[in-house]
Nanobody, 125 residues
């Protein structure tokens, strides 16, 4: 059973830090691109950060320099999102997404995207 599971959300005061974790369970043998999105009430999901199978990272302008995405123990199916200097506008539901890497060659690895259920982050002023 493949699933994407996030953890680590919570409530924090402005200026504080949180670390989110995401594991794409069942995808350890696959080449994965991993992403964090966030969704505020009455808004769509916006890309926050991305780390490709080859380690290349990209960030939204709003979080660059404050957030860091990284692989967990060099596992391409598990990532952290370290969030520093949090602001009230960072309050949102954070979702992890797994996409197949363009380098994928294993026929047993799905070529479909897989979302997690999300974890809430609340930053108070």
């Amino acid at each position: 059973q493949k699933q994407v599971v996030e953890s680590g959300g919570g409530s924090v005061q402005a200026g504080g830090s949180l670390t989110l974790s995401c594991v794409a369970d069942g995808y350890a043998h696959c080449k994965n691109d991993m992403m964090w999105y966030r969704q505020r009430p009455d808004n769509g999901r916006d890309l926050v950060a991305r780390i490709n199978y080859d380690g290349q990272t990209t960030y939204a302008d709003a979080v660059r320099g404050r957030f860091t995405i990284s692989h967990q123990d060099n596992a391409q199916n598990a990532v952290y999102l370290r969030m520093n200097s949090l602001k009230p506008e960072d309050t949102a539901m954070y979702f992890c997404k797994r996409e197949p890497s363009r380098y994928e060659t294993d026929p047993l690895c799905p070529l479909t995207n897989h979302w997690g259920q999300g974890t809430q982050v609340t930053v108070s002023s």
